[in-house]
């Protein structure tokens, strides 16, 4: 079924007007070989038409492409962002609100439902942060000039088609990130396919409205992922001075029992207990917070294949619950910012006379070439990062 794709479809055609002729061409030969392809998988020519009318690429999305904060930003600072006092607080009103949705969740597929708002939380903000990109733009443009992954992002845009075809979610509310992930907890859209459940009875699986659906659709998600019901993600430890980082990595498991032999403990100095195997991972080296993980992390870090998106949300459904953050201190003489310290920075930068926009907490460009500036001023390397020296200099 198709609906609704009206107001989607005005809101991408002036978008060709600004892209070259040239380049406009090159997409709309590309779109034709996409729409054979699609139709190989079942997905009508109308669909496709309807669904592709009037858009142009999103050429910025290769610059986005090349800039993600998993891989790009110290964990110190890439952790302060997304588990702050603000968020947690805000993450237990969420969980209040819907805890209805996150009990039965937890009940129906064994995962806890902390964690399951944890992802919540880092993947949107509590549906704050959705994203606003339509999602056919993105992986059409995607699918014909990634540098790399066009095969994956090919297959990204023909599941979307399905959606939409299928009448699954109204088109128009289509919208997610640069890469196509979508909704409360940021399915991609195979991912949808194959994992999104009905958590509100409606008969529709519809992440973008339904935070029942959403909820339910990520526990899902982690059950298949092999989260194990009981079993604690892990938890921060201490390590012995004589500790090789050879022993550290996720995938390196072996029983408690063998790193407590070690003289590994837990960060208060309790001895380590439990009949389960688990990895160490020192996301700083082991000079910063070490981590006992068990499979259940691996379970989290599935969703995003990068150790530091699964700490951010193991550590937020951790204070959600009421748990203390991180002891041990991270390797830099440079604190990290939460956000309300990184609005303060730019509403400083604003009052020194820098245009750096809104002061939302969000480290645009703007405010990364204005940081730059007062690291020159007080002899830092102008890398543009919103630190704890940046800070105390501007309040100065």
Known sequence: MIRNLAPAILALAGLAAATPVSA????????????????????????????????APDMQILELMDNQPEFKTPIWDYLAALVDDERVQDGKAAMRQWGQAL????????????VIAGVWGVESNFGKDIGGRPLVQSLSTLACYAPRRREYFTGELMATLKIVQDG??????????????????QFMPSTFQRLAV???????????????????????FLKKAGWEN??????????????????????????????AAMGVTRIDGRPLSG???????????????????????????????????????????????????????????????????????????TSRGYDVGEPDGKIGQKTREAIKDVERRIGLEPRGRPGGKVLEALRG
Not at 104 to 112: K, L
Not at 302 to 326: T, V, W
């Open 24 to 55: 406009q061409a090159d997409f709309r030969s590309c779109l034709s070989g996409l729409r054979s392809q699609a139709a190989a998988k079942g997905i009508s020519g109308q669909a496709f038409d309807v669904a592709t009318r009037g858009i």
């Open 103 to 114: 009990a039965s969740a937890e009940a129906r597929f064994g995962v806890d439902r902390h």
């Open 198 to 220: 009905d958590g509100d009875g409606d008969g529709h699986r519809d992440i973008m409205t339904s935070v029942p659906d959403a909820v339910h659709s990520t526990a899902n």
């Open 168 to 185: 699954d979610i109204d088109p128009a509310n289509l919208r997610g990130s640069w890469a196509g992930a979508f909704g409360h907890t």
């Open 275 to 349: 009949d389960y195997a688990a990895g160490i991972i020192v996301p700083a080296g082991v000079d910063g917070p070490a981590f006992i993980v068990t499979k259940n992390f691996d379970a989290v870090y599935s969703y995003n294949a990068a150790e530091s998106y699964g700490l951010a949300i193991a550590l937020l459904g951790d204070r959600m619950k009421g748990l203390p953050g991180i002891r041990t201190a991270w390797p830099t003489d440079d604190p990290p910012l939460s956000r309300a310290q990184r609005r303060e920075l730019q509403h400083l930068l």
């Open 230 to 259: 009981g079993l604690p993600w892990g938890y921060e430890v201490r390590l012995p001075a004589s500790f090789s980082a050879n022993l550290a990595g996720r995938k390196n498991k072996r029983p408690l029992a063998s790193w």
